[in-house]
């Protein structure tokens, strides 16, 4: 079982950058495919990007394509999303999450992290 840590959320003004880290305790960080997610004030939870094992492969939401990048340091455990040109709309609480599987829900998840775009 794999737990998941975030951290770098914060307050930032539109047209800024934060850089989000979750940190995976374990040897075994290789096994997963990791994601963020979201999910802003008053909606639900969203995905916004993924990325596979070897960090190879990405996948966006249209909203972020563009502005943001997901990357991994597998020998770190770790895994980013920077995000750049920030807008109020991406305000929310953003969630990493792990699975061992190819495809399906993910099964582990962070607590979270806030970030805060004022326009």
């Known amino acids: 079982q794999v737990q998941l840590v975030e951290s770098g959320g914060g307050s930032v003004q539109a047209g800024g950058s934060l850089r989000l880290s979750c940190a995976a305790s374990?040897?075994?960080?290789?096994?997963?495919?990791m994601a963020w997610y979201r999910q802003p004030p008053g909606k639900e939870r969203e995905f916004v990007a993924r990325i596979t094992r070897g960090g190879v492969i990405t996948y966006y939401t249209d909203s972020v394509k563009g502005r943001f990048t997901i990357s991994r340091d597998n020998a770190k455990n770790t895994v980013y999303l920077q995000m750049n040109s920030l807008k109020a709309e991406d305000t929310a609480v953003y969630y990493c999450?792990?699975?061992?599987?190819?495809?399906?829900?993910?099964?582990?998840w962070g607590q979270g992290t806030q970030v805060t775009v004022s326009s």
């Open positions: 374990g040897p075994t960080f290789i096994r997963y495919r």
């Open positions: 999450a792990a699975r061992d599987s190819d495809d399906g829900p993910y099964d582990y």
